[in-house]
């Protein structure tokens, strides 16, 4: 008899019809959920994702295994998901998320950036921002933007997936980490984790011709390992990041800029948006907010707060 006698602790490097590939002690076992529940104290309905710990009952000669818990999470990177209008997790335990955008091909968004930087703050995880396909020589502006974000402390990265340019630097700050990459399809995620991860073999998409844009090649999330250690984690491509919805007050905390000046303004409820006496749009009038980053913050206000 092969199986070991009590659950044993994994970590989840990606599952796909809730079967899930659990790596325990270096060896991967394909493990399914018993029952459509977990027994965690959360409860959490079908819900497991890429760096989720969890507890299986392991097969050890057959490689498979049958997850009997989730232990509790450290953090979670969650998005809202408009077509089931629920959250949906994209990977839990992060040390790191590193928002993936593209000089050109897919345009550069600004928004999406910002929205993504806004979940990782709110969910108490460090984030980054990369600069890919720097062959196709990015703009002043573009730049000037990556300036801003350097500025607010999140560490800026400018590579090229495809030559190689850059590559070291990301794989230094990753080393040791357990790192998310998240960004539109077709910038380059699972370009630039196969320059990560020699043998990753992720496989790449080409450009819609028409819309200069992905084809959403990724289909699910998956984590690789670094090649010194730590885990990288590639997600699917994300036309629009909506965010879960939550109190204005959280979402001006989330944006480092805002931090300060929102606690000198008139009124303790203040949304920074109309009111008198905001200290927010003082800071912005005197140059000290960069007015994209407010465009930024008004359209999540718009759509994410109540
Ligand atoms: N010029 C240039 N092209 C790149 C670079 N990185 C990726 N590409 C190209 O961009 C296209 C999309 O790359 P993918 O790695 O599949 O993009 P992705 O972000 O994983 O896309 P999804 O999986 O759909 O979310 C492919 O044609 C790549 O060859 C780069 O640094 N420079
Ligand atoms: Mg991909
Ligand atoms: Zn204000």
Known sequence: MSKAASPQLGIILHGINNIFTVRVENTSYLCRLKGKRLSSEHRRYNALAPGDRVYCVLDLAQHTGMITEAATRNNA???????????????????????????????????????VLVAAEHAGISAGVI?????????????ERMAV?????YQVFGCSAVNGKGISDILEATR????LLVGQSGVGKSTLLNALVPGAEAKIGDLS???NRGRHTTRFAAA????????IIDSP?????????????????AFPEMREPA????????????????QVRAALDAGLIHPDRYESYLRLLDRSCI
């Open 77 to 115: 990177f969650v998005r809202w998901n408009p077509k089931r209008n629920a959250p949906q997790t994209i990977a839990a335990n992060l040390d790191l998320v590193l928002v993936l955008a593209s000089v050109d091909t897919p345009p550069f968004r600004p928004r999406f950036l910002d929205a």
């Open 224 to 231: 690789f390992d670094h090649p010194e250690s730590g885990l």
């Open 263 to 278: 606690t000198h303004c008139r009124f303790s409820t203040c949304t920074h948006s109309h009111e008198p006496g905001c």
């Open 176 to 179: 040791d980490r357990t790192v």
């Open 131 to 143: 600069l890919n396909k720097f062959d196709l020589g990015p703009d002043e502006a573009v730049l």
């Open 209 to 211: 011709a028409k819309y």
């Open 149 to 153: 974000y350097a500025s607010l402390g």
């Open 237 to 253: 491509g994300i036309r629009e990041f909506s965010l879960q919805l939550f109190e204005a007050s959280e979402l001006s905390y």
